[in-house]
Structures are given as structure tokens and as C-alpha cells.
């Protein structure tokens, strides 16, 4: 850990951090091209700026099932929130999911590619906003990794932010576990530099939203980020084909916070 004065760089917002922005286009999937919804303007699809992406096209394969989708069931601000419901398709689990970065491919074994990662290069301290989480019982929790129990056998939920160096995208294969973003794989590789977790993945309290605080812990105070990666899973281990057919998570108003000092990992 090097020593150094922090200074948070320009505050940037996170883009379509209230969820608002929805729209539908027709994208591949493992076996053919369906009507797919992505968390973005019809002009950020079309020319590529879209910061949010989700595993949608990887459950549409025979038939458009949208895991995660708006909604006005269940909203915190603004006309619209996001709903994420792990669900199956063809026997297999496909876990809902909402990610800054960009779905590459998929296939009908479950195999699935995703480029993590946006642009960004500030440092913000926290990450704050609202969900709701109702789990059901998992199935296969035979394939949990080592060391990883699951309280009454119910689904988890998973919201997590990483920053990295780089200037690239990072590669995960769900079906190559040192690709995963995992804390163990996080904390051996030099081009993590942040990283904050929701600290409870189990059900939240009451009927309506949750206000999350996520502390950003650095690994040390001279890094500069060159992407972030935000993660919000309804089933955490999904990667390992582990989740809850029925699992919902609502997510709503994520922002950035930048003051006072980072916590240094420990």
C-alpha cells in the first residue's frame, strides 16, 4: 500500500442511474435474433454509448423473456425502476442481471461471454441507492464454490462495484472461474484498484425500497481508474448455474458518492 494524498477528480454522475431510460431492439441471441429490452435510449443502442447492459439476451434464446426489465410496480423516483427476475430457460438458470459493460455472446450449454467495464475516471467513495430483494430456494447448490453456504438454501442478491486500470474491458467467461469477478481473483490482480460490495445479499425488510451504502475501499491512494464496473445480480452465483427460479430484486436511483476519505483495503 503507497502512501499519497486522495483527491476525488470531477464528480461524474452515473448515466441513467434513475433507471428511466428503456428501450427494445432486435438482437442476437445462441439461436436466432428476438426483441430484446436494454436499459438505454434508442440513440445510445444505435451508436454504441449505452452504459448498462444485461444478460437478456442470453435468456431470450427461444423467446423474448427479458429477465431484467423497467417497471412501475415498485419504484423509489421517476416514472420507472428496474426489475430483475432470475428465471429458467430450457432447464438451464438464467440469473437477471443489470451491469455497466456489454453482453458479447451466449450459448445454449449456459456458456456466456460479457465485457465488464465503461469509461469513467473519477474515484468516488461510496456507491448509494435503493432496492428491494425476495429470494426463493435455490436449486443445484451442489455446484456453490468451495467455503460458500447459503442460509436455508435461499438465493442470494449481489450488488457490487469495482474500479480497474487499464483501459480495457475485462473479459468474463462464465465457465472459467479465474476470469469471475470474485474478491480473491479482485484482490490478486494489480489492474483492480476499488472495490465495494453490498455487505447482506438476503431478503430485505418491509414492502417497499432500501437505501444500500456501499463503501469504495482502494488499494491505495495513487491509482487512477480507468473503468467501473457496477454489478447487480438477483441470484449471486448464478455463474455457477446456482439461483432461485422466482428470485426478484428492484433496483432504483443509483448514485456515486465523493466525499471524504477511501478506506484502503485491508
Request: glycine content about 10%; proline content about 4%.
Amino acid at each position: 500500500i503507497s502512501g499519497g494524498e486522495f483527491t476525488t477528480e470531477a464528480a461524474t454522475v452515473l448515466p441513467n442511474a434513475g433507471f428511466e431510460d428503456w428501450s427494445v431492439h432486435k438482437a442476437g441471441t445462441a439461436t436466432t435474433s428476438v426483441n430484446t429490452t436494454f436499459p438505454c435510449t434508442d440513440d445510445e443502442y444505435n451508436n454504441g454509448t449505452r452504459f448498462w447492459d444485461t444478460s437478456n439476451r442470453g435468456a431470450n434464446s427461444i423467446g423474448q423473456k427479458d429477465p431484467t426489465n423497467k417497471t412501475v410496480e415498485l419504484i423509489h423516483g421517476g416514472t420507472y425502476a428496474a426489475k430483475l427476475g432470475t428465471t429458467k430457460v430450457a432447464g438451464k438458470l438464467a440469473a437477471a442481471s443489470l451491469y455497466s459493460g456489454d453482453f458479447i455472446k451466449a450459448d445454449m450449454s449456459g456458456t456466456a461471454t460479457i465485457n465488464f467495464g465503461k469509461p469513467f475516471v473519477s474515484r468516488p467513495t461510496a456507491l448509494k441507492g435503493y432496492y428491494k430483494y425476495t429470494p426463493v430456494k435455490a436449486s443445484n447448490t451442489g455446484a456453490l464454490p468451495d467455503g460458500v453456504t447459503l442460509t436455508d438454501d435461499l438465493d442470494q442478491c449481489a450488488i457490487y462495484v469495482v474500479l480497474m486500470k487499464g483501459g480495457e474491458q475485462h473479459e468474463v467467461i462464465n465457465t472459467k472461474t479465474e476470469t469471475l469477478l470474485s474478491l480473491d481473483n479482485i484482490k490478486a490482480d494489480d489492474k483492480f484498484i476499488a472495490y465495494g460490495e453490498l455487505s447482506s445479499g438476503a431478503a430485505t425488510a418491509g414492502d417497499g425500497f432500501v437505501e444500500f451504502n456501499i463503501p469504495i475501499e482502494y488499494r491505495n491512494l495513487d491509482d487512477k481508474p480507468t473503468h467501473i464496473i457496477i454489478v447487480c445480480s438477483a441470484s449471486k452465483y448464478g455463474d455457477y448455474m446456482v439461483g432461485g427460479d422466482g428470485s426478484i430484486m428492484y433496483l432504483d436511483d443509483f448514485e456515486l458518492i465523493y466525499d471524504g476519505e477511501p478506506t484502503i483495503w485491508k
